[in-house]
């Protein structure tokens, strides 16, 4: 009944077949997905719910090729953006450090003004008493960036 | 450069805080924050090519030009906006034009288009006249941060570039699905910046979109073909208006219907102008002791923009009030791929689907604004750890709790956000006036202070107690300088000590329904 189409198509097919728009879509639902689990109290296993229909669609479709090859690449992006922002996650959240004060060392990357006077600092590369830190440290302190200093 | 000091480091905690996923942070890796105690030591000079390619910018602009217009030329030229002043900025934004200060597909597509055409003008060889101007696009995203929506832009130019190399035809959709895929599959993050989302929205809707509405238009255009090209624009522009529209109220709480206007205006202006300003930043960081008169044109437009901007009121034509929720938002994007033209419904069956899909937009997005009886919900913010505002909900009474010094312009934001007109406010913070002076923009009735604090307001109904109650809400004013809600029998505190604004005890994401529980010490969420 339904088919998305750009001009010139002929076959009467129902997925997108422009390979670039349909990967993009499959990682932008596989990463949505994910964080509708982790933030949002959505169960990874609704994704299924999503998915199966596909994985039906995928072993039927099997004589059209090419309908097969865009639904199977959508499912493997679709794993690929979900994992791939899980992942992300995980190694967010591992954060070592305790809060405390601390001699820090660090590479300026980048020098940002706040409105209120405030000089913001990122950090990268950063130590802290002498032991390598685990990510960036963003760094407040009242300064003027005026005149490139 | 390395610096080095001593200071309190505190881990950033979990990505998502308020109900707000800090997609900055985590793109950044940036796992903590950090005050500076003692004098900091710089060591080495210098920083990375694009760090040193800003400074120098900063330094030829705020070294030439008078504050106001350095920071719009920084701005326009890299995308850090936070020189500009806040009024103003507020200003651009409700005209609905802040994206010229983004660095957004518009930068990048000028910047490459106009050397392009340059290249091509001197008749350069294909070889270099593709190439070149590409490898010029990535140099100046480095210059602005490599910016999700700076990078999307170069990705989706370099795939129209590819196209033109070879020799195939270019397609928008493809160009968008390769750009966004390509930033996706580097850190799939990027989906929740809002930045990327803006961006990538705006160029669907170029390129998707605006083909179907400005069919809208043709029998005008037809009838009077003078109007053909500025129907056309009108076209795009309203097409990325409604693409951007649930990303916009998500984020910022409001639309702008002047920004439909003004960004006919403004595109032209901008696409002559752009040029121009870099060429004249690039003299003026070569040749500084010239940099006020090579930069004398283009800071006068710049006065003018911000003259205009200024005296302008454009806070009154805002689509506001509501916000779309999850499946609202994929409902009205459905919507608009059925408007595309690009599923393949016809007739009655693509009727049916529109009106099931506008329907199914307005039922749950009237779900998603709607508090029902006999609850109350719990939204917040926070600002840098120096305020905290939380908005209480009730059937018939919003109540905007404030604590520490906020801005008016942030309390609109977060009053627009949540679609709320207060009609009390609770001020906690000891410098009560001077919060109660930046809360007089919106309509509320009373301002509630504790006992020993006056507060006087002309107008406006002050109550100086320690125990009130709005709505079937009690409140409690403790000495602590915490504020102690009840409802229902469940019962919240709403930590108020001066010194800092401890907002961790309201965990409730906003919008979340009742709300707050405290067990052993610890606040849950139910």
């Known amino acids: 009944m339904f088919r998305v189409h750009k001009e010139g198509d002929t076959e009467e097919d129902f997925v997108n077949l422009r390979p670039f728009a349909v990967g993009a879509a499959a990682l932008a639902t596989g990463a949505g997905f994910c964080y509708a689990a982790l933030f949002c109290g959505v169960h990874f296993l609704y994704a299924l719910l999503f998915l199966l229909p ?34 992300r996650m995980e190694s967010y959240g591992a954060q070592q450090f305790r809060e405390g004060e601390y001699a820090l060392s660090g590479e300026i990357s980048e020098l940002t003004e706040t409105e209120d006077g405030y000089a913001r600092v990122l950090l990268t590369d950063v130590s802290a008493d002498g032991r390598e830190l685990d990510g960036n440290v963003t760094v407040y302190f009242y300064a003027s960036l005026k005149n490139g200093e | 450069m390395r610096i080095s000091f001593t200071g309190d480091l505190s881990p950033a905690g979990s990505a998502l805080r308020y109900g707000v996923f800090r997609a900055d942070m985590v793109l950044g890796n940036i796992k903590y924050t950090a005050t500076c105690s003692a004098s900091p030591v710089y060591e080495g000079a210098g920083g990375d090519l694009f760090t040193a390619v800003r400074t120098g910018i900063r330094g030829a602009l705020y070294g030439s030009l008078p504050e106001e217009e350095a920071a719009l030329a920084y701005a326009l030229t890299t995308g850090y906006t936070d020189g500009i002043e806040e009024g103003l900025m507020e200003s651009v934004r409700y005209g609905g034009v802040a994206h010229v200060f983004a660095v957004s597909g518009m930068h990048i597509g000028v910047f490459y288009g106009a050397l392009a055409f340059l290249l091509k003008k001197m008749r350069a060889p294909k070889w270099l006249s593709v190439p070149l101007p590409l490898v010029a696009a990535f140099l100046f995203c480095g210059v602005c941060g490599f910016s999700s929506s700076a990078m999307r832009a170069f990705l989706t130019c370099a795939a129209t570039a590819v196209c033109t190399l070879i020799g195939i035809r270019r397609d928008g959709i493809e160009a968008a699905g390769f750009a966004c895929g390509v930033i996706l599959l580097a850190d799939p993050v990027y989906l929740l910046s809002l ?12 390129v998707a979109l605006a083909p179907a509405a400005e069919k809208c238009f043709s029998p ?10 500025p129907l056309s624009a009108v076209a795009v522009t309203l097409a990325v208006q409604l693409c951007l529209l649930p990303v916009m109220l998500n984020a910022f709480g409001y639309v702008s219907v002047w920004g439909i206007l003004l960004n006919l205006a403004a595109l032209p202006l901008f696409t002559f102008y752009f040029p121009f300003l870099l060429a004249g930043v690039l003299l003026a960081c070569l040749f500084p002791a010239a940099a006020s008169v090579i930069l004398f044109l283009p800071a006068a437009a710049l006065s003018l923009f911000a003259l205009f901007f200024r005296a302008a009121d454009f ?49 749950s997005g009237l779900l998603t604004n709607y508090v029902p009886p006999q609850t109350c919900r719990v939204v917040q913010m926070c600002y840098y750890g120096d305020y905290c505002c939380a908005l209480v909900q009730t059937e018939n009474a919003d109540v905007l709790l404030v604590n520490g010094e906020v801005s008016s312009s942030r309390l609109q934001t977060f009053l627009f956000l949540h679609g709320a007109a207060p009609d009390a406010v609770v001020i906690l913070s000891d410098t009560a006036n001077a919060v109660a002076g930046s809360l007089l923009f919106t309509d509320f009735r009373v301002a509630y202070v504790p006992s020993d604090v006056t507060l006087s307001l002309r107008d406006r109904e002050t109550v100086s107690a320690d125990a ?59």
């Open chain 2, 315 to 363: 806070s009154s034509l805002l689509v506001k009030g509501f916000s779309f929720g999850f499946a609202a938002a994929v409902a009205f994007y459905l919507l608009l791929l059925l408007w595309s033209g690009r599923v393949n419904a016809r007739g009655q069956t693509a009727s049916a689907l529109a009106c099931f899909l506008a329907a199914f937009v307005f039922v």
């Open chain 2, 195 to 206: 930045g990327f989302q803006l961006s990538a929205a705006a160029y669907i809707a170029i």
């Open chain 1, 54 to 87: 596909l994985g039906m669609i995928l072993v039927f479709a099997r004589r059209k090729r090419r309908a097969a090859v865009y639904v199977f690449l959508f499912l493997a992006l679709f794993g690929v953006g979900m994992g791939g922002l899980a992942l």
């Open chain 2, 468 to 526: 009130f109650s709005v709505d079937g809400v009690d409140y409690v004013f403790r000495p602590s300088g915490q504020l102690f809600l009840s409802y229902a029998g469940v019962t919240g505190v709403f930590n108020g000590t001066a010194a800092s604004a401890d907002f961790s005890l309201f965990a409730a994401e906003p919008r979340d329904g009742l709300i707050f529980t405290i067990e052993r010490g610890i606040l849950s969420v139910s």
């Open chain 2, 220 to 229: 005008l255009s037809r009838r009077v073909p003078l109007l053909r090209k």
